[in-house]
T-cell receptor
Framework: GESVGLHLPTLSVQEGDNSIINCAYS??????FIWYKQESGKGPQFIID?????DKRQGQRVTVLLNKTVKHLSLQIAATQPGDSAVYFC????????????FGAGTRLTVKP | DAGVIQSPRHEVTEMGQEVTLRCKPI?????LFWYRQTMMRGLELLIY????????DSGMPEDRFSAKMPNASFSTLKIQPSEPRDSAVYFC????????????FGEGSWLTVV
């Protein structure tokens, strides 16, 4: 029978290209955001975070951009490698909701060698 | 450094049985979270604790689910009685302080109820 479940957005890129993964968040009062990477069979791993008083933050090969006007977050991965293949989640901290951290549905990134 | 430690990693149980999942947060972390991940609903927050006190359990599906944190280094999530629809990956996570610091996840407990 047909399987029913979340239909994750997918992004397929060539090894060496740059990747951009997007996320729309829900709450204009959210003050802290995190990107996580989840490989098959593992728990989500922290990649990079950003607070709402910033609009850009850079890490090693990764950059997070925050646009509070349109409630949009993006993760840019430079020179994507096969080991970057995973599901990527954005998470927002919502201070008006007891500071709980809510996760998006995720985006599946596939890197073609 | 030891991360968040969960046990068991995998469990297969029969419908109606009690299931207990265990978690040891990162030492020094004051907030602990239980999440459930399924294909249907993605990653859902079930409950979280600050300084061993449950703060928000609105995500707990029903009375069959309960969570405790008797001390700063141990928490349990119990399902009694278990049902097939409880089959999921259950993640424990911890942070130094909720809402301010990064949440770090364990590797998950993969539960199958048959």
């Amino acid at each position: 029978g047909e399987s029913v479940g979340l239909h994750l957005p997918t992004l397929s890129v060539q090894e060496g290209d740059n990747s951009i993964i997007n996320c729309a968040y829900s709450n204009s009062a959210s003050d802290y955001f995190i990107w996580y990477k989840q490989e098959s069979g593992k728990g989500p791993q922290f990649i990079i975070d950003i607070r709402s008083n910033m609009d850009k933050r850079q890490g090693q090969r990764v950059t997070v951009l925050l646009n509070k006007t349109v409630k949009h977050l993006s993760l840019q991965i430079a020179a994507t490698q096969p080991g970057d293949s995973a599901v990527y989640f954005c998470a927002e901290n919502r201070p008006a909701n007891n500071n709980d951290m809510r996760f998006g549905a995720g985006t599946r990134l596939t890197v073609k060698p | 450094d030891a991360g968040v430690i969960q046990s068991p990693r995998h469990e297969v149980t029969e419908m109606g049985q009690e299931v207990t999942l265990r978690c040891k947060p990162i030492s020094g972390h004051n907030s602990l979270f239980w999440y459930r991940q399924t294909m249907m609903r993605g990653l859902e927050l079930l409950i979280y604790f600050n300084n061993n006190v449950p703060i928000d359990d609105s995500g707990m599906p029903e009375d069959r689910f309960s969570a405790k944190m008797p001390n700063a280094s141990f928490s349990t999530l119990k399902i009694q009685p278990s049902e097939p629809r409880d089959s999921a990956v259950y993640f424990c996570a911890s942070s130094i302080r909720q809402g301010v610091n990064t949440i770090y996840f364990g590797e998950g407990s993969w539960l199958t109820v048959v």
